[in-house]
Structures are given as C-alpha cells and as structure tokens.
T-cell receptor, first 114, second 113 residues
Framework: KAGVTQTPRYLIKTRGQQVTLSCSPISGHRSVSWYQQTPGQGLQFLFEYFSETQRNKGNFPGRFSGRQFSNSRSEMNVSTLELGDSALYLC?????????????FGPGTRLTVL | QKEVEQNSGPLSVPEGAIASLNCTYSDRVSQSFFWYRQYSGKSPELIMSIYSNGDKEDGRFTAQLNKASQYVSLLIRDSQPSDSATYLCAVNLRGSGNTPLVFGKGTRLSVIA
C-alpha cells in the first residue's frame, strides 16, 4: 500500500506571496492532519480534516487555511507569507478522526520564505 | 503544566545499552499513546502505539504505560548507532476522536559506538 505523499517537497517563496501544499493520504484513510515543525517549537498542530470537514484547528492565524476533497486528498494554503512561516510542513493520515487512530506521516514539504 | 512533556536531551548511551525515554502528560482521560522516531531532516515514523496500562514489546522496543502516574516510556534494548534520532511522544489528551494528537517536543538520543 502506498504511503502518504506530499507535493512539492521543497519550496522557496518571498514574503507576501502565497503557497499551496498538497497531501494525498494512504488509500482508505479519511483523516488528514497538518503540522508545522520548526526547530524551536517542535510539531505544532495546524488543522485536521475528516470526510471533507474541518474537525479541529490549531492556534494559527487565519492566513493558514486548508480543505479536503472527496477523494480525501487535502491542501493547505498560506497567504501573505512571513519569514517566520519557514518550516517543515507535515501531513499525516489516519483511518478515523482525532487522535485515537495511528497517524502516518508524509515526507513533508520544506518551505523557505525569503 | 505543559500538555505533553519530554526531556529534550541529548540522551547519550553506549552501544548495546538500554535507552530509556520518558514522557508525561497532563490529562487523566487520555487513552491513546504513540511513539515516533524522527531522523534529522526526515518525517516522523511510527515505532509503536499503546492503549492499556503495562508493557508492550516489539522487537528491541518496549513501551510502558502508567495511566495513574500519567507517564509513558519507551525502552530501547541493545541500542545501536542507527537508533540515534529524536523520539517524539504523542498523546490523544482528551481520549476522544474530537481532539487532535498532541506531540511532545521530543528527546534527542545519541548512541555512541
């Protein structure tokens, strides 16, 4: 069974631009969670989608948004990029919602904002 | 108290020794607990999950859960240099499908050959 895939793997943007990241979950998984990882803050939860509905949202500004499609693929968007948005963005998929089921991570998208 | 706490390390152990990694959590109703390993520059990979009090063994890894004391630990027997990584503890704090996993900041393990 194929794992979680994320595209693109690397991205360089400048301040003020916007970016869209994509995540394809493991086949059959309906939940996708997004995380931001930085050296100082560790893994910070962004949001979770299950069956096209946002179930949980972390403490991030409204510039961070996401959506999930009927095939469970998910995208996250960051508008008006800031230098502090430079990070590794990880998505994880699981069978069920919330944190009860095991989450499997994709390889991540490394975003650099200049 | 932080929701999920881990000692940041680095924890240094000699090759062949037992490495002991600890994690404490804040919510008594937590039901699901996970250990992930993350190599530098890579994404986290699942080592094991544990849901019930006691020990769970998988190869060289043993997870130990004590809900009364609100801690979960990971033991790595016969540690190898390839085990050098950051180990993340994750907890479903409210014990329901309506809350996300909360991750600790990780413990960096260094196994010295």
């Amino acid at each position: 069974k194929a794992g979680v895939t994320q595209t693109p793997r690397y991205l360089i943007k400048t301040r003020g631009q916007q970016v869209t990241l994509s995540c394809s979950p493991i086949s059959g998984h309906r939940s996708v969670s997004w995380y931001q990882q930085t050296p100082g803050q560790g893994l910070q939860f962004l949001f979770e989608y299950f069956s096209e509905t946002q179930r949980n949202k972390g403490n991030f500004p409204g510039r961070f948004s996401g959506r999930q499609f009927s095939n469970s693929r998910s995208e996250m968007n960051v508008s008006t990029l800031e230098l502090g948005d430079s990070a590794l963005y990880l998505c994880a998929s699981s069978l069920g919602p919330g944190g009860t089921d095991t989450q499997y991570f994709g390889p991540g998208t490394r975003l650099t904002v200049l | 108290q932080k929701e999920v706490e881990q000692n940041s390390g680095p924890l240094s152990v000699p090759e062949g020794a037992i490495a002991s990694l600890n994690c404490t959590y804040s919510d008594r109703v937590s039901q699901s607990f996970f250990w992930y390993r993350q190599y530098s520059g890579k994404s986290p990979e699942l080592i094991m999950s544990i849901y019930s009090n006691g020990d769970k063994e998988d190869g060289r890894f043993t997870a130990q859960l004590n809900k009364a004391s609100q801690y979960v630990s990971l033991l790595i027997r016969d540690s190898q240099p390839s085990d050098s990584a950051t180990y993340l503890c994750a907890v479903n704090l409210r014990g329901s499908g309506n809350t996300p996993l909360v991750f600790g900041k990780g413990t960096r393990l260094s196994v010295i050959a």
